[in-house]
């Protein structure tokens, strides 16, 4: 058997595996990088950069669609499923490149195909291939949670592994799931011919803020999509045509949806089976690997970062604990998860945004020294020239105006909490949020103006006035 000794391991050539494995090699370190599937993982050929692609798609048929408003008459327009398709492969195969063997060969990387599992503490076997790391980091990222319906496994179902195969679009897609991926996919399918209902046992897009959160709904209603929340499945069957699902209302009454595809959006899973965990004493659990703030799991030789170690499961949140990993692996110094400077995106249209803590969250840390600061998307002129003015941004301050959290409804949602991802990792408070100059017009001015409400009182107050006045008699 082939004896490998490199100083780090890496299991899993996603986004996360593939930072850490070109940062080692970077710096001169030897590594080994192991992989099951598609180099890029979940990310490039089924998850982030196919959906957004999909989305893109959408978007453009809904420009098209609403044209009107803006005095633009399109004619003999339609929608070619199979080459919007084809624009998100293009996308796949155009990234592809940077994440592949070859690539990451040529930057001294030692890239094995197969799959992994530890035979001791300090040991992993692939194929014919033995490898003794000095440390690993397991970065096998998640998979679609398969709810335990009745009958679901007799009915063909989509998965996001499968779902951007489809060369022809849905007559009537059911999504079951209506969280951020199910919600996604809903409108983009619904703006490129698809009729879809989404089914959800709680609430549609539950973890946000529900003022925010309806925003979003409803613009998805007003485009056709239906959405059925606090409904339960009983069971789902096969039909000539399709699927078929025995669903019970919030009020317990019975009802049939029948749908010619069904996408199952109910959450994810971290592949962690068939690693031999147990062999490494690496603890899990079923939301994932067990690790401590420095993302390290109960065996001190291995780290585990991104879907893997539960928690946030972003592509974002694995390239951030792949820096975090790195400074503890190559430098040796202390480093600590803080998941208060992870944003979150949902790419629906309008866009939702969370940072930080929530409005309860903050509520109740903070109680009366937290302030609500609010700006309406329906005040921001360059919404307005848009005709982008459905949305609400709040920014939530604590004691001294510290920027403790924000959430965002409406246009570019996604890009604005890129600025306030900054401010809360740098501690930043409302004076620093009014003080920064915006260009004109844009909607990241609606920042700004949340910022300066903070001060809304300042003219009412006494000492203030009094101030002004003593300054007054100066001259």
């Not at 979940?42 to 998850?47: H, Q």
């Not at 539950?206 to 339960?232: C, F, N, P, W, Y």
Request: with cysteine; hydrophobic share 45%; proline share 4%.
């Amino acid at each position: 058997m082939k004896q490998l000794r490199p100083d780090i391991c890496v299991i899993g050539a996603g986004s996360g595996g593939l930072s850490v494995a070109a940062a080692a090699a970077a710096f001169g370190v030897d590594v080994v990088l192991i992989e099951k599937g598609l180099m890029g993982g979940d990310c490039l050929n089924y998850g982030c950069v196919p959906s957004k692609a999909l989305i893109a798609a959408a978007k453009a048929a809904a420009s098209v669609a609403n044209a009107g408003a803006f005095g633009v008459t399109a004619k003999g327009t339609g929608i070619d499923f199979a080459k919007a398709n084809d624009h998100l492969k293009s996308v796949i195969a155009a990234i592809a490149p940077h994440d592949s063997v070859e690539r990451f060969e040529g930057l001294g990387v030692t890239v094995i195909k197969g799959h992994a599992r530890f035979v001791s503490e300090s040991a992993v076997r692939v194929g014919e291939a033995e490898v003794r790391a000095r440390r690993f980091v397991i970065a096998t990222g998640s998979a679609a949670s398969i709810p335990p319906i009745p009958g679901l496994e007799d009915v063909p179902y989509l998965t996001n592994e499968s779902l951007f195969g489809l060369r022809q679009a849905p007559e009537h897609l059911v999504i079951i799931g209506g969280g951020p991926i199910g919600m996604e996919m809903a409108q983009a399918h619904r703006r490129l011919g698809s009729r879809v209902t989404v089914v959800e046992a709680q609430a549609a897009l539950g973890r946000e803020d529900r003022t925010l959160a309806g925003i979003v709904l409803s613009a998805l209603r007003d485009e056709g999509v239906e959405i059925l929340e606090q409904t339960s499945i009983d069971q789902v069957a096969r039909t000539p045509d399709g699927v078929e699902l025995q669903l019970r209302n919030p009020d317990g009454a019975p009802r049939v949806l029948t749908g010619s595809h069904l996408l199952l959006a109910a959450g994810r899973k971290p592949v962690v089976d068939r690693l031999d965990l147990e062999t490494a004493g690496i603890v899990f659990e079923p939301s994932g690997i067990k690790v401590d703030k420095g993302l390290r799991t109960t065996n001190r030789r291995v780290f585990a970062i991104g879907d893997a170690a539960g928690g946030l499961q972003f592509t974002h949140v694995a390239g951030y604990h792949a820096g975090l990993v790195m400074r503890s692996l190559l430098f040796r110094l202390p480093v600590k998860e803080n998941r208060n400077i992870i944003p979150r995106v949902t790419y629906t249209s309008p866009e939702l945004g969370h940072l930080g803590l929530s409005e309860a969250e903050a509520r109740e840390h903070y109680g009366d020294k937290l302030k609500v600061l609010t700006a309406d998307y329906s005040g921001n002129d360059r919404a307005q020239a848009n005709g982008q003015t459905k949305g609400r941004l709040k920014l939530f301050a604590g004691p001294g105006g510290k920027l403790v959290g924000a959430a965002i409804a409406g246009a570019q949602a996604g890009e604005i909490i890129n600025l306030l991802s900054l401010a809360i990792s740098q501690n930043m408070r409302m004076k620093d949020l009014a003080g920064f100059v915006a260009p004109y017009p844009t909607v990241g001015e609606l920042v700004r103006r949340a910022a300066i409400s903070y001060y809304a009182d300042a003219p009412r107050n006494i000492w203030v006035r009094r101030l002004i006045a003593v300054l007054r008699y100066f001259g």
